[in-house]
């Protein structure tokens, strides 16, 4: 069990849900809006192959349909019936469903940036809102379907998951273990944190590298993952039992799985470190750990320890 038996249920906080959006509308229309990515599994073309849309800075005019393959999915973009986190109230529901899971950990990473951000950062902290959907949703930044992995909408300052993600995840050679999922979940956090304090606008999806700032601020988003894994795991009002080896080892084994080298490998290609947009599998398991074994802000300073050359 990863959530503490006393950690009350439903601790969302600022959580919505969505049973599914037909493509259109969405933060005022069609513009450009910048998507922080996870890297993504295209489920429903292609034969399962793993494609790079990291970090993207999409134009939903069209482009965005032809990335993720196929046309629209009447049957995928309609409400199945309402969905809602009801049975996020149900006892040990954080611990037993994903969404559940999804949404405690929204709630812990709420109260810990809202202590650490102006502690460490003297930067004003501000709740961000997270939509869990199924099937598809319009965001601030527009239409996303659940093949495009967990985001964070700037415009909207809100992230969005489909739950269905974390089954890809061993796909990919990672985990979908409690602290791996939590992992997902709390690295689009990190994009709000960065957006609070003015970094994130950053990242430019046409400049990618190894030395580029996407890559410097995915890192980062890692390490400030790793940031909320420390104290959430401490402490006698801590939201996580104390974290295991095996838990550990399955949300670094999950870091490593979306590295941009393994990715590229993985999709038959070779490793082509100037398209990077995450960064290695190296650098994202040891930015994960660096935040979890530090706790500090300071640790995760990417932009300006060598990660970022511009």
Request: charged share 15%; aromatic share 8%; proline share 3%.
């Amino acid at each position: 069990m990863t959530f503490r038996g006393d950690y009350a249920q439903g601790q969302g906080g600022n959580v919505s849900t969505s049973s599914g959006a037909g493509r259109g509308g969405g933060g005022g229309g069609m513009g450009s809006g910048a998507m922080m990515l996870l890297p993504l599994l295209l489920r429903g073309g292609g034969g399962g192959t793993i494609i790079l849309v990291l970090l993207a800075l999409l134009y939903f005019s069209g482009a965005f349909n032809g990335i993720l393959g196929g046309g629209d999915n009447a049957s995928q973009q309609q409400s199945q019936g309402e969905y809602t986190l009801e049975h996020c109230q149900e006892p040990g529901s954080s611990n037993k469903y994903d969404d559940c899971r999804a949404a405690a950990t929204w709630g812990s990473l709420n109260s810990t940036w809202a202590e650490v951000l102006p502690a460490q950062a003297d930067t004003q902290f501000t709740e961000p809102a997270m939509t869990i959907f199924k099937n598809g949703v319009n965001s601030g930044c527009g239409y996303a379907s659940a093949d495009t992995g967990p985001f964070y909408c700037p415009r909207d300052t809100t992230a969005y998951l489909d739950v269905s993600f974390f089954n890809d995840l061993g796909k990919l050679g990672g985990s979908d273990g409690p602290l791996a999922q939590e992992y997902a979940t709390a690295h689009e956090y990190g994009h709000h944190i960065q957006n609070l304090e003015g970094t994130l606008g950053l990242s430019d999806y046409k400049n990618p590298g190894q030395d580029s700032a996407a890559v410097a601020l995915e890192l980062q988003a890692d390490c400030y993952a790793g940031i909320w894994a420390h104290h959430a795991s401490q402490g006698e009002n801590a939201a996580l039992d104390p974290i295991s080896d095996e838990q550990l080892h399955q949300a670094l084994q999950t870091a490593q799985s979306i590295g941009d080298d393994n990715i590229q490998r993985r999709s038959g290609g070779e490793v082509d470190p100037d398209a990077w947009t995450h960064g290695s599998s190296e650098q994202r398991m040891q930015a994960f750990k660096s935040g979890y074994e530090s706790g500090q802000m300071s640790a995760c300073d990417t932009l300006n320890r060598g990660v970022y050359k511009g």
